[in-house]
C-alpha cells in the first residue's frame, strides 16, 4: 500500500506477514518511510537514514522526526511542567504562568496569551485544570453564561443557543433601565395636584417584543429566550400607588399575561418541535424551580408538565393497545388526562402527519379541562375516519347511541359530509371544529384508498340525520341536494301501479320507525326496482316534511324532479291527506314563482 501525502512524504506499508525466503531481508521491511523536498540525496542519506541494527525485527525505523505540537490546555502542556491545585486562584503556582504557542486557557476556551486574567490575583486562570470541580464550575458559568441556570452542558451549546445567551444578556439590561423607570414614577397633574403614576405599560410592551423576536429563533433557542424572559418579569413587583389607563399599566396583571404568552409558545414547542427528553426535561425543572410564582397564579406551575410523545401510557393509547386510557403502575392507576391546549396541538400535530387513525384512538380515551371545546374536537372524529379512508366507519360513528355527533349538525356541515360520502374527497385542512370544515376557500382533494358509498348508504345517512338534526330537517338546500342524488340525470321507467301503491305503505313504515334510530331498508323493496325504491322513500320523507311546515325555498327541490314527474305525481297524492298544506304549499310555490325569473318544468306542469 502506498500513500501519498503533501508530495513531500510518501510512506510505504507492507503487511504481508509471509515473504519469498529468498528476498532479501532488508526489503523485507514492514514500513518504509522516504522524504522528498528541497533536501539533496545526500542530505536525504545523511539526515533521514537510520541504519537499522538487526536485519531480522520486524519493524525497522528508517526515519524520526519531532512531532508537532498541537492545541492543547495549559495542563496538558508538553513543554512546560504544570502543578495542580483544587482551588488555588490567589497567585501563579510555581511556573504555571509559563505558556508555549499552543497552550489554551482552560477556563476562556481561547489562547493562553490572549486570556486577561491569566495571571490576575485571585482569579488566576493560569492554575485551573479539568479534575477540580472549583475550576469546572469556574469554566462552565464562564463559558455558558445565561444558560448556567438551564443546566445545560457543553455539549448541548450550539451557535443558536450561544446567540441566545447573548440576547438574553442585552435583555436583562435594557429591562432593567426600562423598569427602573417604571419604579421612579411620572409625575403627572391630576385634580390640581401632582401624583406619582406607575405604569407597568412601557416594561410589558419591551418584553412582548422580545417574545416576539423569540419566537423568530431557531426552536431550541425560542424555548431558552422564553423561559429566560419569563425568569425575569416574574420577579418584577408592583409599586403602590396610582397606575396608568391601560390595563398593563399593572405589573401583576401584566406578567399573568406575558406569562399565559410564555406557556403558550411552550407548550407548543414541547409538542411540536421534536426535542431530546432531555432537553425538555430541563426546561421543565428550570420553569418550575427558578420562575418565581406568586400565590395567586400557583395553578400555572404545572402548565409546562407536557407528556413527551415517547410516554408510555400515551404510546400505547396512540398504537391501539390501551383504549382505555388508564394504565396500572403497582396498583396505582394513572389517566391520561392534558390540558385543551395540549390536546389541540396533539391534534394539529398528528393532521399534519396524517396519523388519523391515532388521533381517533386519542381524542376518544384523553381527558381535559374543557368540555365545551373537547366536544367540537371529538365531533370530528368522523372526519378524521374519512381521511383515515374509512367512509363506513365514518358514517356509523357519526350515529352513536349515545351523544352522537349529527345531533349538532348544521345544514352545512351535513352537505359537507354528504359530499364526502359522496365523492370520496375532502377539503385539505387543519382543523379543530366542525364548523371549520365547510371553508368555502377549501380545497378538496381525493382520500386515499377511500371508495365513495352507494346511493342507498347515502340515503340511509341523510335520514338518519334528518332524524337527529332539526336543523337538517328543515333546511331546503338539504332536501335540495339529497333529491338530486336519488334524481339521477337519466329519467328512470315508472314503476307498475301496483308498486307505486305498496310503496305507499312500506316508505310510511321505513320512516315512521325510530328503532335505535336506525333507517331499515327492507331488500323486497328495492330488489326490483332499486332506483325507483330509493327516489320513492326520499319522495316520501319530502311529503312528511312539507306536511310538517313550510318549505322555503321550494323552486329548487321541486325541480329536481324533472325528468321523473311520475314520482312527483306520486309524492302529491300523499299530500292530498291534508288539503290545508296542499293549498298553502301550492301558494308558497306560486308566490316563488312569481319573483324569480324562470319557471322549472315541473312548476308549469304543476300549475297547469
Not at 524520526?64 to 502543578?83: E, G, K, Q, T, W
Not at 347515502?458 to 333529491?483: E, G, H, I, N, P
Not at 340525470?489 to 325510530?514: M, W, Y
Not at 316520501?540 to 324532479?561: D, Q
Request: proline share 5%.
Amino acid at each position: 500500500m502506498c500513500t501519498a501525502g503533501d508530495g513531500t512524504e510518501i510512506i510505504i506499508l507492507s503487511d504481508d506477514e509471509e515473504e519469498d525466503s529468498e528476498k532479501d531481508s532488508e526489503n523485507n521491511q514492514s514500513c518504509l518511510i522516504i522524504e522528498y523536498g528541497n533536501k539533496t540525496d545526500e542530505s536525504l542519506q545523511s539526515d533521514s537514514l537510520v541504519p537499522s541494527s538487526a536485519s531480522d525485527e520486524d519493524l525497522v525505523v528508517t526515519f524520526s522526526r519531532r512531532a508537532d505540537v498541537l492545541p492543547h490546555a495549559r495542563y496538558d502542556c508538553p513543554i512546560h511542567p504544570f502543578i495542580a491545585a483544587d482551588c488555588e486562584s490567589a497567585a501563579p503556582l510555581a511556573g504555571n504562568q509559563l505558556i508555549c504557542d499552543q497552550c489554551f486557557c482552560y477556563i476562556c476556551d481561547k489562547l493562553a496569551s490572549s486570556c486577561v486574567m491569566w495571571t490576575c490575583s485571585g482569579r488566576c486562570h493560569c492554575n485551573s485544570h479539568k479534575k477540580s470541580e472549583f475550576w469546572n464550575n469556574l469554566r462552565n458559568s464562564f463559558l455558558l453564561g445565561e444558560l448556567k441556570m438551564f443546566n445545560f452542558s457543553l455539549s448541548e451549546i450550539d451557535s443558536h443557543l450561544r446567540h441566545a445567551e447573548i440576547m438574553l444578556q442585552l435583555f436583562r439590561q435594557e429591562v432593567s433601565a426600562i423598569l427602573s423607570s417604571f419604579i421612579r414614577g411620572q409625575i403627572v397633574q391630576q385634580d390640581c395636584k401632582q401624583e406619582v403614576i406607575h405604569d407597568y405599560t412601557p416594561v410589558f410592551n419591551f418584553v412582548t417584543s422580545f417574545l416576539n423576536k423569540a419566537d423568530k429563533q431557531n426552536s431550541r433557542a425560542a424555548a431558552v429566550l422564553n423561559l429566560g424572559a419569563a425568569e425575569v418579569f416574574m420577579k418584577h413587583f408592583q409599586v403602590s400607588g396610582p397606575t396608568g389607563p391601560s390595563p398593563m399599566s399593572n405589573a401583576s396583571n401584566a406578567k399573568v399575561a406575558l406569562l399565559q404568552r410564555v406557556i403558550t409558545s411552550m407548550q407548543r414547542l414541547i409538542v411540536m418541535a421534536n426535542f431530546p427528553p432531555g432537553f425538555v426535561q430541563k426546561l421543565q425543572n428550570f420553569y418550575q424551580k427558578t420562575t418565581f410564582f406568586p400565590v395567586d397564579i400557583k395553578s400555572m406551575r404545572n402548565s409546562l408538565c407536557v407528556r413527551p410523545w415517547d410516554d408510555v401510557l400515551l404510546v400505547s393509547v396512540l398504537r391501539g393497545q390501551n383504549v382505555s386510557g388508564v394504565r396500572k403502575d403497582k396498583g396505582k392507576k394513572t389517566h391520561l388526562t392534558e390540558e385543551m391546549s395540549v390536546v389541540l396541538l396533539r391534534s394539529e400535530l398528528l393532521q399534519q402527519e396524517c396519523r388519523y387513525r391515532e388521533l381517533c384512538r386519542y381524542l376518544k380515551v384523553v381527558q381535559t379541562d374543557e368540555s365545551a371545546r373537547f366536544q367540537q374536537l371529538q365531533d370530528l372524529i368522523p372526519f378524521f375516519l374519512c381521511m383515515q379512508g374509512d367512509l363506513t366507519e365514518a358514517m356509523t360513528s357519526l350515529f352513536p347511541s349515545v351523544n352522537a355527533p349529527a345531533c349538532r349538525f348544521s345544514p352545512q356541515l351535513f352537505l359537507t359530509y354528504l359530499r364526502i360520502f359522496q365523492t370520496a374527497k375532502a377539503p385539505k385542512l387543519i382543523v379543530c371544529q366542525p364548523e371549520q370544515l365547510y371553508c368555502p376557500n377549501a380545497v378538496w382533494e381525493p382520500i386515499k384508498d377511500a371508495v365513495p358509498l352507494r346511493c342507498v348508504d347515502l340515503v340511509k345517512f341523510a335520514l338518519k340525520a334528518q332524524r337527529c338534526s332539526a336543523a337538517v330537517y328543515k333546511d331546503s338546500q338539504c332536501w335540495t341536494s339529497l333529491l338530486t342524488i336519488v334524481n339521477s340525470s337519466t329519467a328512470f321507467p315508472q314503476p307498475s301501479p301496483e308498486f307505486l301503491c305498496e310503496s305507499r305503505h312500506v316508505v310510511k313504515s321505513i320512516l315512521l320507525s325510530h328503532q335505535n334510530s336506525n333507517v331499515t331498508i327492507p331488500r323486497s323493496f328495492h330488489e326490483v326496482y332499486p332506483h325507483q325504491a330509493l327516489l320513492l322513500l326520499v319522495t316520501g320523507a319530502l311529503s312528511f316534511r312539507i306536511l310538517n311546515g313550510a318549505l322555503c325555498p321550494a323552486l329548487p327541490v321541486i325541480n329536481t324532479f324533472k325528468d321523473n314527474m311520475w314520482a312527483f305525481r306520486w309524492m302529491f297524492e300523499n299530500l292530498a291527506v291534508s288539503e290545508e298544506r296542499l293549498q298553502s304549499f301550492f301558494q308558497d310555490v306560486t308566490q316563488e314563482v312569481a319573483n324569480s325569473t324562470g319557471s322549472p318544468l315541473a312548476v308549469n306542469l304543476i300549475l297547469s
